[in-house]
């Protein structure tokens, strides 16, 4: 599995912002986003299941951010929105093929190449 990460950029305090994460080869049960702050441990942003039903997000995002897929496309989506300084991060989207959700970056077999996304106040 390959996953490309995209949509990251500069925006303002409350904008909104989608990323995306075109995935290729073999369909991936679970997917996930997480960033990374400079100088910060990488962190769990969302995760989501194959079918798109069952999410999972950091208390930090929830109600903010909102994660879905679209099978059809093989590509994973992070719709951001109000949007804070603190949200400054590298963006990764990451799969595995097991069903269950996580929040352990150590449970992702695949990891994109990461999409820059700076939030100025």
């Known amino acids: 599995v390959q996953l490309q990460a995209s949509g990251g950029g500069l925006v303002q305090a409350g904008d909104s912002l989608r990323l995306s994460c075109a995935a290729s080869?073999?369909?991936?049960?679970?997917m996930a986003w997480f960033r990374q702050a400079p100088g910060k441990e990488r962190e769990f942003v969302a995760t989501?299941?194959?079918?798109?039903?069952?999410?999972n997000y950091s208390d930090s995002v929830k109600g903010r951010f909102s994660i879905s897929r679209d099978n059809t496309k093989n590509t994973l989506y992070l719709q951001m929105n109000n949007l804070a300084p603190e949200d400054t991060a590298v963006y990764y989207c990451?799969?595995?093929?097991?069903?269950?959700?996580?929040?352990?970056?150590?449970?992702?077999?695949?990891w994109g190449q990461g999409t820059l996304v700076t939030v100025s106040s």
């Open positions: 990451a799969a595995k093929y097991q069903a269950s959700l996580s929040m352990s970056r150590a449970d992702y077999h695949y």
């Open positions: 080869g073999r369909t991936s049960s679970t």
């Open positions: 989501i299941n194959l079918s798109g039903v069952r999410k």
